[in-house]
């Protein structure tokens, strides 16, 4: 008996459902910039993100995780992703990649990353490499989605990011955690890679909804999980910095679903205007 494989492309009615946990997750990433500082623990970032996600009626979809109980996972310094909340405090110079998600009442998902660099005067060399790290992670972000509105393929992002990243100096991709389709889970296909593959993957047409997350280093891209399960940290120790955004295609342009303004700052360098999903 063949087996029924559920399409990857979403419905225009779909996508507008998809509309409000991206901003919540907006919203929540928006509360974490609001109050990172020296001195402010990875747990008080994680329930600054969760109110700013209940306020709008919504709810983490990184606790329906098994095993995970947390709204955000808060990534430090050399800790690429899937860090755990905690009473870890905040010092001047560290990196801190947050990732977060929200679901809906009708059980549609958003998801995003940013990376924070807290300051420290006395130590201007190693925050400077580290914004410059975060600021090239993001660009290639954009780079990433500014590719997906004018793309024949999937797979010609990851070429995209991968092209900016190595045009900006010796970083480190990582190859071992990817981006992903999301709609009604939080992860699905399609996948979405941050390098060049030699398949072309899915086409591009309207429907399509991913989540584009490249991971970056200033060292190795090799890494290892801690022993919490959770935590993947560089080999080598060197910093990583982590940018997400959920990106709708349709049948009139793109929409950052992720993004408060759906990415028109973002891609107005490519000359790229997003257009809302009717």
């Not at 225009?12 to 998809?18: D, N, T, W």
């Not at 591009?204 to 993947?232: C, H, Q």
């Amino acid at each position: 008996m063949r087996s029924i494989r559920r399409s990857i492309y979403k419905s225009p009615a779909q996508l507008r459902l998809m509309l409000e946990p991206g901003l919540a997750t907006a919203a929540s990433l928006d509360a974490v910039a609001e109050i990172i500082a020296p001195g402010v623990t990875t747990l008080d970032l994680d329930r600054a993100a969760e109110s700013a996600i209940t306020q709008r009626g919504l709810s983490s979809n990184f606790k329906l995780e098994q095993g995970y109980f947390h709204t955000i996972c808060a990534s430090v310094n050399d800790e690429v992703v899937h860090g755990i909340p905690g009473s870890r405090v905040l010092q001047p110079g560290d990196l801190v990649s947050v990732d977060s998600g929200a679901i809906s009442t009708q059980g549609w998902n958003g998801d995003a990353a940013r990376s924070f660099v807290v300051d420290d005067p006395a130590r201007p060399d190693l925050v400077a490499a580290r914004r410059e790290l975060s600021r090239v992670t993001e660009q290639s972000l954009w780079h990433g989605i500014a590719t997906l509105a004018n793309a024949r393929h999937l797979n010609e992002v990851g070429a995209a990011i991968e092209d900016y990243i190595d045009s900006q100096g010796e970083y480190g991709i990582l190859t071992d955690y990817i981006g992903h389709g999301i709609g009604r889970s939080m992860h699905e296909d399609p996948p979405v890679f941050n390098y060049a593959v030699r398949q072309k993957g899915p086409e591009v047409k309207p429907g399509l909804v991913v989540a584009i997350e490249p991971m970056v280093t200033l060292g190795s891209a090799e890494t290892y999980v801690r022993d919490d399960g959770w935590t993947v940290v560089t080999d080598d120790g060197s910093a990583a910095a982590h940018w997400e955004h959920s990106v709708a295609v349709h049948q009139d342009g793109i929409w950052v679903l992720t993004a408060e303004d759906g990415g028109a700052a973002g891609l107005a360098p490519f000359g790229i205007t997003p257009v809302r999903p009717a």
